[in-house]
Structure formats: C-alpha cells, structure tokens
C-alpha cells in the first residue's frame, strides 16, 4: 500500500519561512516524478512546483518562483517544499503527489499526481 504523510505546515506571518515534508512508503522514489499541489475553497488544484525523477529539471508555477524550493531525497524516501518569504496568497491547503507514469524526458510541469498525501493547511496571516 502506497502512503505519502505530510507534516510541516502552519500559520506563519508574512515574510516567514515553512518546509513542507512528505514521507512516502510503500513505493520507490527512484523513478518517478514528484511535485506540490496547493488548492483555495473554490478553485482547483494549482500545481506548485514539480520534479523529475533525477531531480535535474524542476518546474514552478510563476507565483512562487525565487520563493520556493522542491527537493527530494529518494534514499530516505522524502521529499520537500522550501517556502521562504511567504505571502499572504500563499494561503492554501498544500498537497504531495506522486506521478508514477510521468517519463523522464516529460516536462515535470505535466506532473498529475496518481498518489496523494493527505494534505497540509499553510496560513499566512499577520
């Protein structure tokens, strides 16, 4: 059974700095391509920032490039999202994901994830 448990989310003042975690079990890392999902009531599901399966070509919405950092660590089966000088739009509920079918040379900004964490509540409030 495959799982992905997130941690690491929160209420931060503007400005501040969170790192997301996701820990997956159940399935390798090493060939498959991972990214953040984020999603506000109301509208659907944006994807954040993506990753190859090498972890050489990464892919960031326009909104959070320069702010955030995806990384990965397929030896201990994690992955990460770096958010610095977050912002009040940041304000979402932020979710891993797994693409097991995405190829290496795909563009990791087609990343639709088929394995889900349970999802993260980030609040950016003063």
């Known amino acids: 059974q495959v799982q992905l448990v997130q941690s690491g989310g929160g209420l931060v003042r503007p400005g501040g700095s969170l790192r997301l975690s996701c820990a997956v079990s159940?399935?390798?890392?090493?060939?498959?391509?991972i990214g953040w999902l984020r999603q506000v009531p109301g509208k659907e599901r944006e994807l954040t920032a993506a990753i190859n399966w090498s972890g050489d070509i990464t892919h960031y919405t326009d909104a959070v490039k320069g702010r955030f950092t995806i990384s990965r660590d397929n030896p201990k089966s994690m992955f990460y999202l770096q958010m610095n000088n977050l912002q009040p739009e940041d304000t979402a509920t932020y979710y891993c994901g797994i693409d097991p079918f995405l190829k290496s040379d795909d563009p990791p900004g087609d990343l639709r994830p088929y394995y889900w964490g349970q999802g993260t509540q980030v609040t950016v409030s003063s």
């Open positions: 159940g399935w390798s890392l090493d060939y498959s391509a």
